[in-house]
């Protein structure tokens, strides 16, 4: 194991211990295809299993795995419809599994989360039987102020231009507090804690994976 894996299992370890505290399991890999295996290994198949945007999700080969598992997909993206979308989204609630990642994880173990409609932290706070967190290491942060920071300014410029959007962040690469029409960072959600243990699971993993 090289040095920096060595202290990237020791700060997930120290984070694992604090999401204990908070209703929430911590796991630690150091591979995305050691991850992607105990994921799978732990949902049964024929499950029900929904997602939220997720460049992580995407690069760890998670979604590659679920498609090619015996699973009930819900994916959104299919819907050809807005009332066929709106549909989707309230069954991704009943989901037994939702697969997300989180734009920042603090050293105490606080989630936090930008999002745009609002789907993946409705479904983060409360719906799916089961929420399987993705993080790569380099979504890091000591605190909820340098969390968010992190978000405006690295993941959401990113996003943009990933998405296309025409926004100030997409043309600076930085955040402009910015209330334009196509701007997506409409909900900041904090998870300080779980009202339900072990619903909230975090896989870590040593690598760079998402924004």
């Known amino acids: 194991m090289s040095h920096k894996k060595e202290a990237f299992a020791a700060m997930a370890q120290s984070i694992i211990k604090n999401l204990e505290k908070r209703n929430m399991e911590g796991y630690y890999f150091e591979t995305s295809a050691d991850c992607v295996q105990a994921i799978m290994s732990s949902m049964p198949e024929g499950s029900v299993i929904s997602w939220g945007g997720s460049e992580s999700v995407k690069e760890c080969g998670?979604?590659?795995?679920?498609?090619?598992?015996?699973?009930?997909?819900?994916?959104?993206?299919?819907?050809?419809?807005?009332?066929?979308?709106?549909?989707?989204?309230?069954?991704?609630?009943?989901?037994?599994?939702?697969?997300?990642?989180?734009?920042?994880?603090?050293?105490?173990?606080?989630?936090?989360?930008?999002?745009?409609?609002?789907?993946?932290?409705?479904?983060?706070?409360?719906?799916?039987?089961?929420?399987?967190?993705?993080?790569?290491?380099n979504k890091v942060v000591t605190d909820v102020p340098s969390g968010v920071a992190r978000v405006r300014n690295m993941a959401s410029p990113a996003n943009a231009i990933r998405l296309k959007r025409n926004l100030p962040c997409a043309a600076t690469g930085h955040c402009h507090d910015c209330l334009s029409p196509e701007c997506f960072c409409n909900q900041i959600v904090v998870t300080r804690r779980s009202g339900h243990v072990g619903r909230i699971k975090v896989y870590f993993v040593a690598e760079e994976l998402g924004y």
């Open 62 to 137: 998670l979604m590659d795995a679920i498609h090619n598992g015996s699973y009930k997909l819900i994916d959104r993206t299919t819907a050809k419809t807005p009332e066929e979308s709106r549909q989707l989204y309230a069954q991704a609630v009943l989901a037994d599994y939702y697969l997300m990642s989180t734009n920042a994880i603090t050293l105490d173990g606080e989630l936090i989360n930008i999002d745009g409609n609002g789907n993946r932290v409705a479904c983060l706070i409360q719906g799916p039987s089961h929420v399987m967190i993705i993080v790569g290491m």
